[in-house]
């Protein structure tokens, strides 16, 4: 479904350093995202007023992006690894309409950068052709909260369904492109179940993919976005366990999924451990240059 309304930009820069640990670079040929989850913290970063006011029903457009990238990568001599995207889905479906993001995907696989997409979209499935053919440098990861369709339709209202995305990312890792799923946020009261997450980590077995998993980080336009659509109960549960019992919390949440995990045999990365330096962390399994070394390999890394 294409957003309500759709803002065409120019913009004078396309890639921009990534404060997370795990990536060099970030690029968003989009801003705001037609998907509309309640949990997005991208509201609160967008950078488009009008589109973070009607999140899920206004998308800006970057027109110029190809043409913009393609004169910084030229010209930039450090080589890293390129979040696709931070703060929008690369493969919402406006995406078929523009092909922004297999363009840039495309230029910076030519200037020899690595490329990590994540997505909650199997239209990622029209560029294996392209994915397969650079599986060395790139991998492929699908967010999914839950395998739950009811679920999903409320915290996730215009995503695509959840066993759609473990399909297409099941056919990505039969290419032998490097696959994880993102598990996060995990909320409190919603999708912290053995039986939600049971539900995901089975998924990751079936596609060999990693898991990594995160609590629910509460922003200012996000919490409003949240109190907005989801039951008052259930926004002051999440509200108290997150603000003020995290700690404890996710020290049993933790416990839980490297428990599934273990039963599974799947790898699982809790995305708190981020310092480079610790071997099981993610990003130095992205430093090392593990990925792209196929979709079997998450098994043999450690």
């Not at 029903?57 to 010209?75: D, G, I, Q, T």
């Not at 479906?93 to 990590?116: G, K, N, Q």
């Not at 598990?183 to 089975?202: A, K, T, Y």
């Not at 839980?256 to 071997?279: A, Q, R």
Request: net charge positive.
């Amino acid at each position: 479904m294409l957003p309500k309304k759709i803002i065409e930009i120019r913009v004078s820069k396309a890639l921009y350093r990534s404060k997370l640990p795990d990536l060099d670079y970030s690029l968003n040929p989009y801003q705001g995202c037609s998907f509309g989850c309640v949990y997005c913290y991208a509201i609160h970063f967008t950078g488009i007023e009008e589109a973070a006011n009607n999140w899920g029903e206004v998308v800006a457009v970057k027109v110029n992006l190809v043409e913009v990238l393609r004169r910084e990568v030229m010209h930039t001599t450090k080589k890293g690894v390129v979040g696709v995207s931070t703060i929008t889905d690369p493969y919402m479906p406006i995406e078929a309409r523009y092909s922004l993001t297999r363009r840039s995907i495309e230029l910076l696989l030519a200037y020899r950068f690595r490329v990590s997409i994540q997505t909650k979209s199997p239209l990622v499935l029209r560029d294996l052709d392209m994915l397969r053919t650079h599986r060395d440098k790139v991998d492929v990861g699908m967010t999914i909260t839950t395998m739950d369709p009811s679920l999903a339709r409320v915290i996730e209202p215009r995503a695509p369904h959840p066993l759609a995305r473990a399909r297409a990312l099941k056919k990505i890792s039969d290419s032998l492109i490097y696959t994880w799923i993102f598990l996060g946020p995990i909320i409190p009261g919603l999708n912290d179940s053995e039986e939600h997450i049971e539900g995901v980590i089975g998924a990751a077995s079936e596609s060999n993919s990693l898991v990594i998993f995160d609590l629910l980080n509460i922003y200012d336009r996000t919490w409003s976005y949240m109190k907005e659509r989801l039951d008052r109960d259930e926004v002051t549960k999440i509200y108290r366990v997150v603000r003020y019992g995290s700690k404890g919390y996710w020290s049993r949440i933790k416990s839980l999924v490297l428990k599934l995990c273990t039963k599974y045999g799947v790898m699982c990365i809790d995305f708190h451990l981020s310092d480079p330096f610790e071997t099981n962390s993610w990003p130095s399994i992205r430093k090392a240059g593990y990925i792209g070394r196929g979709g079997g390999s998450q098994k043999r890394l450690f």
